[in-house]
């Protein structure tokens, strides 16, 4: 049975950039990126010994670096295109959530800092160009509808990410006989999650050449008429 004016319209996701950016690559990258705030914390104060106090104020080096990114973002995506930006910035992403997973208690902390402010900026930039390619091709009637959507999209995706994140510590866990979470433990989950951006990085190569490029201000004016 079917409505003509459903509660919640699934019509934006036969819009491919939208359903690329929404479900398949964006829910990846959202998995892999949602989940490191509860992980990071774990990783500073179980595998590496910072106290609570320590690790919340290394924790500031991945939010500001998170803030610092979105004065940066347009001009990126106007100079080279969603597409270029959101792969490249996806191997990047891949590459620093795994290099959280490799962290050990004896890394300065210049380099500590330096991996979570990076995946701040990282993260930034990834989440702002996929939720603005995903209405590239939204026609306006369809953007109510849509926004709706990728609310309801994100919030399942963060409760996705801590449950898978909390599944791998106790597999992990588990399959090690141990009493105790360890920062192998830790190491496991941040690899899984280290695999979901590459697969989301991977799937974002579908992602037409053009793709935002009017949103992006790239789009070629029109020809003058005479």
Do not use: H
């Not at 409505?3 to 690329?20: C, G, K, M, Q, Y």
């Amino acid at each position: 049975m079917s409505t003509p004016e459903p509660l919640i319209s699934l019509d934006p996701f036969r819009v491919p950039t939208f359903a690329l950016s929404t479900i398949a690559a964006g829910s990846y990258m959202r998995l892999a990126v949602d989940a490191m705030p509860f992980l990071l914390p774990l990783l500073l104060q179980v595998g590496l010994g910072y106290d609570p106090l320590q690790a919340g104020s290394l924790m500031l080096a991945y939010f500001i670096g998170n803030m610092a990114m979105k004065s940066v973002t347009t001009p990126t995506l106007r100079r080279f295109g969603f597409r270029a930006v959101l792969v490249v910035n996806g191997v990047i992403s891949a590459l620093l959530v795994a290099a959280c997973a490799v962290l050990l208690p004896w890394i300065p902390l210049w380099a500590l800092l330096l991996v979570l402010a990076l995946s701040g900026l990282s993260r930034s930039m990834e989440f702002t160009a996929l939720s603005s390619v995903a209405f590239a091709d939204i026609e306006r009637e369809r953007r109510g509808p849509a926004s709706t959507l990728i609310s309801i999209v994100q919030q399942m995706t963060l409760v996705l990410a801590v449950a898978i994140a909390t599944l791998a510590l106790k597999l992990s866990q588990w399959l090690r006989a141990g009493d105790a979470m360890t920062l192998f433990d830790l190491q496991v989950a941040i690899g899984v999650m280290a695999v979901f951006a590459a697969l989301s990085t991977a799937l974002l190569l579908r992602l037409p050449g053009d793709a935002g490029d009017e949103i992006a201000g790239r789009a070629a004016p029109a020809p003058a008429q005479r």
